[in-house]
């Protein structure tokens, strides 16, 4: 039986719904954690299988293989990745800004805005309440539900959408999380890997059809104004397709410009012939 991780955000729930609503089975233990925290787990041998940071799989490449279709992404802005900052980000040379110990990719997507399109340096400060910061009016980058939720309690014109930002500067899409499997474990069980893909994939098109049921079960886990999700849900891009990967690819080759990844690595999903 495979380990599998999963997101605990309500961005993962048009993915996942479908195993909590009973209507397909997923041939393994879901396992539910932060990014951050999925990614240590994959790394240390106790997941087989997960959605993983962007940023860690391109830091990891060499033990772990990308699975096809799948990532969590976004064609322009995202609403839940951003940086709430009182100045511009042309203007944080030197500032200290705090950030949240849950993200890899989003920490390191501001890296390269910050450094690559505005030509500043900051400070990361790992931050217990990255969002009491900003509401504070520090400087500072929150992703998944807390990002969403300090939009409420900020002045707009301080939140700044990585998303946006990114699509504005290179015109790409930007990959946040892609879904990956340890290289040992494709070798030694992979028909296991592959039926665990089938029930993603089965899963994923199960949302597609009943966007209604996912929505009711983001709205039970993190209750939202009438209408939100469904458009929260439309930013995102589920699809690991030819956009994807070409943005999987513009975010890493930005990222070992500024020496935040030693060396790029391919974007291109192991092949897994899937039942």
């Not at 707009?156 to 930002?165: M, N, T």
């Not at 699509?167 to 069980?189: F, K, N, P, Q």
């Not at 020496?259 to 092949?271: K, N, T």
């Amino acid at each position: 039986m495979l380990r599998a991780g999963r997101i605990s955000y309500t961005n993962d729930l048009p993915i996942y719904c479908a195993f909590d609503e009973g209507a397909v089975r997923f041939p393994g233990e879901l396992i539910s954690d932060v990014p951050t925290a999925l990614n240590a787990r994959l790394h240390d041998g106790r997941l087989d299988l997960s959605p993983v940071s962007a940023h860690f799989y391109a830091q990891h490449a060499d033990r772990l293989a990308l699975l096809p279709g799948l990532c969590i992404g976004s064609r322009d802005q995202v609403w839940s990745v951003i940086l709430v900052s009182p100045v511009p980000p042309a203007r944080l040379d030197g500032a200290r800004i705090a950030v949240t110990t849950e993200s890899s990719s989003g920490r390191n997507l501001l890296r390269v805005l910050l450094e690559g399109r505005f030509g500043v340096r900051a400070t990361f400060a790992e931050h217990p309440d990255p969002l009491g910061a900003a509401i504070a009016g520090q400087p500072a980058l929150l992703i998944g539900d807390r990002a969403i939720d300090v939009q409420r309690s900020v002045v707009p014109e301080h939140v700044y959408d990585l998303g946006s930002l990114w699509h504005e500067w290179t015109g790409a899409d930007m990959v946040y999380a892609v879904w990956a499997v340890r290289r040992d474990v494709l070798r030694e069980r992979g028909d296991l890997v592959a039926s665990a893909l089938d029930a993603l994939r089965e899963s994923q098109a199960w949302g597609v059809e009943h966007p209604d049921r996912v929505i009711a079960a983001a709205q039970a886990v993190r209750p939202r104004g009438a209408g939100f999700y469904a458009a929260y849900y439309r930013t995102l891009n589920f699809a690991f397709d030819d956009r994807a990967r070409a943005g999987l690819a513009r975010f890493i080759a930005e990222s070992v410009a500024i020496g935040a990844l030693e060396r790029a690595c391919s974007v291109e999903p192991e092949v897994l012939q899937c039942r």
